[in-house]
């Protein structure tokens, strides 16, 4: 059984920062291509970033380019996304994705991608 477990987020000021950190298990998580996304009422879930399977291949979202940075441990089978120079715009509910087929890195997971239970980041003005 599959499981991601997202942690970190929080309430903070604009120009704070904030950690995700998610912790997989029941996949071969080095295999896996991981990613964050993030999902704001009435809207559809947009992509954020996401890491290759050995985090030597990154990709971003013209939004967060520049303030966010994905890493992964595949040590610890976690991913993280570290988030600076946070805005209003991008208070959300951040989700955790894994997929099998890597197909994340390329800005859209794969029907077969395994998905968290989100953690609300809140950034106020």
């Known amino acids: 059984q599959v499981q991601l477990v997202e942690s970190g987020g929080g309430l903070v000021q604009a120009g704070g920062s904030l950690r995700l950190s998610c912790a997989a298990s029941?996949?071969?998580?080095?295999?896996?291509?991981m990613g964050w996304l993030r999902q704001v009422p009435g809207k559809e879930r947009e992509f954020v970033a996401g890491?290759?399977?050995?985090?030597?291949?990154?990709s971003y979202a013209d939004s967060v380019k520049g303030r966010f940075a994905i890493s992964r441990d595949n040590a610890k089978n976690t991913v993280y996304l570290q988030m600076n120079s946070l805005k209003p715009e991008d208070t959300a509910v951040y989700y955790c994705?894994?997929?099998?087929?890597?197909?994340?890195?390329?800005?859209?997971?794969?029907?077969?991608?395994?998905w968290g239970q989100g953690t609300q980041v809140t950034v106020s003005s």
């Open positions: 994705t894994a997929d099998p087929t890597g197909q994340v890195v390329r800005g859209r997971p794969s029907r077969n991608a395994y």
């Open positions: 029941g996949l071969t998580f080095s295999r896996s291509g």
């Open positions: 890491v290759n399977w050995s985090g030597g291949s990154t």
